[in-house]
């Protein structure tokens, strides 16, 4: 069993700066991937960013050039940094980390933060 605690959201002007932490129970070098979601109103949870235990990275579109995924191993914590926030970044932001046994591949999700970004 993981559990995933998020921090770091909040209310943020259009071109500001957050960064969300989401810590482990567990050392995060027994995960294969770790993650961040995010859900808006009305909208499905989409990936903004994630980063594979080989140290590959993937970012959404949207957010490329502006958030940064990253971990600390010695704090079983997986950052995102962002930047240059918009309107849009505004939704729930989820932290997800996938455990591969011989069983198979198995999600863990957060609570989830807030984040609002006012215009």
């Known amino acids: 069993q993981v559990q995933l605690v998020e921090s770091g959201g909040g209310l943020v002007q259009a071109g500001g700066s957050l960064r969300l932490s989401c810590a482990a129970s567990?050392?995060?070098?027994?995960?294969?991937?770790m993650a961040w979601y995010r859900q808006a109103p009305g909208k499905q949870r989409e990936l903004v960013a994630a980063?594979?235990?080989?140290?590959?990275?993937n970012y959404a579109d949207s957010v490329k050039g502006r958030f940064t995924i990253s971990r600390d191993n010695a704090k079983n914590t997986v950052y995102l940094q962002m930047s240059s926030l918009k309107p849009d970044d505004t939704a729930v932001y989820y932290c997800?980390?996938?455990?591969?046994?011989?069983?198979?591949?198995?999600?863990?999700w957060g609570q989830g933060t807030q984040v609002t970004v006012s215009s």
């Open positions: 997800n980390v996938k455990l591969a046994n011989l069983y198979g591949i198995y999600d863990y």
């Open positions: 567990r050392s995060i070098l027994t995960f294969n991937a």
């Open positions: 980063l594979s235990s080989g140290e590959r990275t």
